[in-house]
């Protein structure tokens, strides 16, 4: 894929209503679970994202079909549980930890071997967390020392854990979850701080019998899953780009519709508060089985806080953005309890660190967090490391810089959230491709 940079200037005031495209946790989740029903299940709102739509690949490669009757639908032919075909090829995950943790817990479970490919920074992600856990139920997996590409050997008996996390993840508990589908037994896990619940909530609505409370899910193999139509909500993870943007530009005003506020999703809203930020959610609803809202977001000033540890979870991959609008508070910024941001698709602190600091802003790394002093941003060149959330929240700085940020290597942009620049632009950023 080429290399692509982008120039972020001053913009604003920002005003509109904007679509902002579906969540990629559920619609990872609709897709695997849709493949292995009986029936047909149609997906709205489907993410057209480069990391769903690799993990569409990956299920057509296994025998799956799935339909595209209109952009953001899939229509998909389960298979039933025991209906997937091993591929002689490589399955490719592309940039996407879910995609590539989820499916190693599907395959653990079935009677052909696989291998699990990914991108170069998805090649550097650790993997032991789920190859660990899925050893103890029976599952035999080779890593390249922990990392991928993962080969997933076939027709091993699987039987059931009480897993306790060491770390909260909701991508190492779903991939526990779907191993346990072919598992003997009651498969537990046990979270030392509640994650998104997407895959037991899913789960539930496909007919497999599950009981989860926060920090706590439990399911037994050997029954079936019926084919059902979900609708994706909106990502609150690509909506937080503009909550923040529309926080820090004077005059902004956006409605954001339909948005996923499934709470452990929604940690950057309450941390955005604590910091002044003027975010109401309207007309609250359910919508396949998930609380959605319209969020309606006017410039408020924001000023430093301390953040609640216990937001952490429940906000992990808004730190890129929230690292903006503590950058442009007045005051200081204190984070911890935050040290999964290393493992993400770059080390979040470090680059948002390194980024910030070309930019004027003095900003302190921590193992676990960082310390940030608010003021101007200036302008400068930062690096993405083609991280999609790093090269959006750097696109959401330049708005309120004091000249023009290039932010370097943007091609992943479209993994979470493809349309960005022409939403942004659309509202009132100027986003522009460098020269
Ligand atoms: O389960 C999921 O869909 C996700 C869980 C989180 O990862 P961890 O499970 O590693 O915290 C998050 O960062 C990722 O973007 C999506
Ligand atoms: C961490 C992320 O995704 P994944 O783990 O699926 O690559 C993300 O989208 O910020």
């Given at each position: 894929m080429n290399r692509l940079d982008w120039c972020s200037r001053a913009g604003g005031p920002l005003r509109g209503s904007l679509r902002i495209p579906g969540d990629k946790s559920v619609s990872h989740r609709a897709l695997m679970l849709a493949a292995i029903a009986e029936g047909d299940s149609r997906i709205r709102?489907?993410?057209?994202g480069e990391d769903t739509r690799a993990t569409a690949a990956v299920l057509a490669q296994l025998g799956v079909r799935v339909e595209t009757p209109a952009v953001g639908e899939r229509v998909v032919h389960g298979v039933g549980l025991h209906g997937l075909r091993g591929s002689p090829q490589e399955l490719d995950c592309g940039n996407a930890g879910t995609g590539m943790r989820l499916l190693t817990g599907l395959l653990a479970g079935q009677t052909f071997d696989s291998i699990l490919v990914g991108d170069a920074s998805l090649s550097k992600r650790p993997m032991r967390r789920v190859t660990e856990p899925l050893a103890q139920m029976g599952a035999h997996i080779d890593s390249r020392e922990g990392l991928p590409p993962l080969h997933v050997h076939g027709g091993k008996a699987l039987h059931g854990i009480r897993y306790e996390l060491p770390v909260a993840s909701a991508q190492v508990k779903s991939a526990l979850l779907l191993a346990g589908l072919y598992a003997a037994g009651d498969t537990e896990i046990i979270e030392p701080h509640p994650t998104r619940d997407y895959t037991e909530r899913m789960l539930a609505a496909f007919g497999w019998p599950i009981t989860f409370s926060p920090g706590r899910a439990r399911l037994a193999g050997g029954y079936a899953l019926r084919a059902t139509d979900v609708d994706v909500p909106a990502d609150f993870s690509s909506a937080a780009f503009f909550l923040v943007a529309a926080s820090i530009v004077p005059g902004s005003e956006l409605r954001l519709p339909a948005?996923?506020?499934?709470p452990r999703r929604t940690g950057l809203l309450q941390a955005l508060r604590l910091m002044g930020a003027d975010i109401v959610v309207e007309h609250p609803r359910e919508s396949g089985g998930e609380p959605v809202g319209d969020l309606l977001v006017r410039h408020a000033p924001l000023h430093g806080i301390d953040l609640p540890e216990a937001l952490v979870p429940d906000m992990i991959d808004e730190f890129p953005v929230l690292f903006i609008a503590a950058a442009v508070a007045s005051g200081r910024t204190r984070v911890c309890?935050?040290?999964?941001?290393?493992?993400?698709?770059?080390?979040r602190i470090t680059t948002m660190a390194a980024g910030l600091r070309m930019l004027g802003t003095a900003i302190e790394e921590t193992p676990d967090g960082a310390v940030i002093q608010g003021g101007a941003i200036g302008a400068g060149t930062v690096e993405s490391l083609t991280d999609h959330r790093i090269a959006m929240s750097f696109a959401v700085a330049g708005l309120v810089a004091t000249g023009p940020v290039r932010i370097n290597?943007?091609?992943?942009?479209?993994?979470?959230?493809?349309g960005f620049p022409e939403l942004a632009n659309g509202c009132g950023f100027a986003l522009q491709v460098a020269d």
């Open positions: 709102g489907f993410l057209e948005v996923g506020l499934n309890g935050a040290a999964e941001l290393r493992v993400k698709e770059s080390d290597d943007c091609r992943h942009v479209a993994t979470s959230f493809p």
